[in-house]
């Protein structure tokens, strides 16, 4: 099946498309931040433990009694530390950001063009990390992880925020020895987390790279979010959040494939819609409400790929956790949280960015640079909207280099 065309067959799609331990671990580390080692048939192969916590209470009030990481790495660490580079992923990531596809590990590295041997972020030189987010699905404790009764937790599973996510970071980071990051970096929801990252551990970060980002979630991007969690939960297989018995074919994928499909059309701009896809059809001109018009099916492809590789529970959680973002709660003001970056910082902005526009990218730069930081501004121009943060890597990787180089 192509972008271009749509496909009704959904009875193999499975309940959920996480990754769960007894499938192919890939590239995939694990460990465990918080809780005991059980040792039972739940966990994922190869489970190290940190020993550091016997539960992880959440910013919101939450509580969870186990927390595993997944994680992958590339590189060598220097003895000293001092080469570590930490990318965070966006909402739809994992930790594999860089590699080819392979059993248990359905997709490309999502960054591929920018990290790796001789490439920007270069793993001949730095060692780079990147984690599977709490709350996701691809082998971090999420929704879909087995609880300590021996069920998934489904329904049961706390919200969690982003500071949520990075203080379990930070937990990986003490187990893997590194202090200070040379580098935290990050788009949409990773460019969250490592914001996050340098205004809660100022001292751990010395240089940060945002890209596509904001300060605070807009009243518009949340209403975005609110579209695609009513989506999911309108769905009847959704059965509140508690689907993971049942068989493929009956699991939520058509409210999260809706939910994608409203998102995918955030993430580009109307000039590329127009450019690829004008008003062709997909066939004949038929007087029929089917999808008849290529951009029906490039919007119905994607919807159903990312039901056949993601979970519905995580999706609905990591996208409110991006509405709670707002790095002065707490604070007092987006100045006084910017006041405690101490790393120089890169913002990159892509002109065609509807969902994060350039004028966010622009608050954070001025907002920074009016309480001292050293800040490094990119323009990206790219037709391709949000996703120009990945997709323009002839653009941004010559600036992250340099960024990452200097003294």
Not at 150 to 163: D, K, L, Q
Request: with cysteine; charged share 20%; aromatic share 8%.
């Amino acid at each position: 099946m192509s972008p271009d065309t749509t496909d009704d067959t959904t009875e193999e799609i499975p309940a959920t498309g996480a990754w769960r331990p007894g499938q192919p671990v890939a590239s995939r580390r694990f460990l465990r931040v918080a809780g005991e080692m059980t040792r039972s048939g739940s966990d994922p192969d190869g489970l190290e433990h940190s020993g550091t916590s016997r539960f992880l209470r959440l910013e919101g009030g939450g509580r969870l009694d186990v927390v595993d990481v997944a994680y992958e790495t590339w590189g060598t660490l220097a003895g000293d530390g001092a080469n570590a580079v930490l990318i965070c992923h966006a909402l739809t990531g994992d930790a594999h950001v860089a590699g080819s596809s392979g059993p248990g590990q359905p997709t490309p590295g999502w960054w591929d063009a920018l990290v790796g041997p001789g490439r920007a972020v270069d793993t001949d030189r730095w060692f780079v990390v990147c984690s599977n987010v709490l709350g996701g699905c691809q082998g971090s404790t999420g929704p879909s992880s087995v609880a300590p009764d021996g069920r998934p937790h489904g329904s049961r599973f706390p919200v969690v925020t982003i500071r949520d996510m990075v203080r379990v970071q930070a937990m990986l980071a003490d187990h893997l020895g590194i202090g200070r990051w040379r580098a935290v970096l990050g788009g949409s929801m990773g460019g969250m987390q490592a914001l996050e990252w340098a205004t809660m551990f100022p001292e751990r970060v010395e240089r940060l790279v945002l890209a596509s980002t904001t300060a605070a979630a807009s009243a518009q991007q949340i209403a975005w979010s609110h579209i695609g969690r009513k989506a999911v939960a309108a769905d009847p297989r959704f059965r509140g959040g508690d689907y993971y018995d049942a068989e493929p074919g009956d699991g939520p994928h058509r409210g999260l494939a809706v939910a994608r499909m409203c998102a995918q059309v955030t993430y580009r701009s109307d000039e590329v819609f127009t450019d690829r896809f004008h008003r062709t059809t997909l066939g004949p001109m038929e007087f029929t409400l089917d999808p008849i018009f290529d951009v029906e099916g490039y919007l119905d492809y994607h919807g159903l790929k990312l039901a056949r590789r993601f979970d519905a529970n995580s999706y609905i959680r990591l996208n409110r956790a991006m509405d709670l973002h707002d790095v002065a709660r707490g604070r007092g003001s987006t100045e006084a949280a910017l006041s405690r970056i101490t790393a120089p910082t890169l913002v990159a902005a892509v002109r065609s960015d509807g969902l994060y526009p350039p004028i966010q990218q622009h608050v954070l730069a001025d907002g920074l640079a009016s309480v001292g930081g050293d800040v490094t501004w990119v323009d990206v121009d790219s037709p391709h909207g949000h996703d120009g943060f990945l997709i323009e890597t002839p653009q941004l990787a010559p600036p992250v280099r340099d960024f990452l180089e200097r003294p």
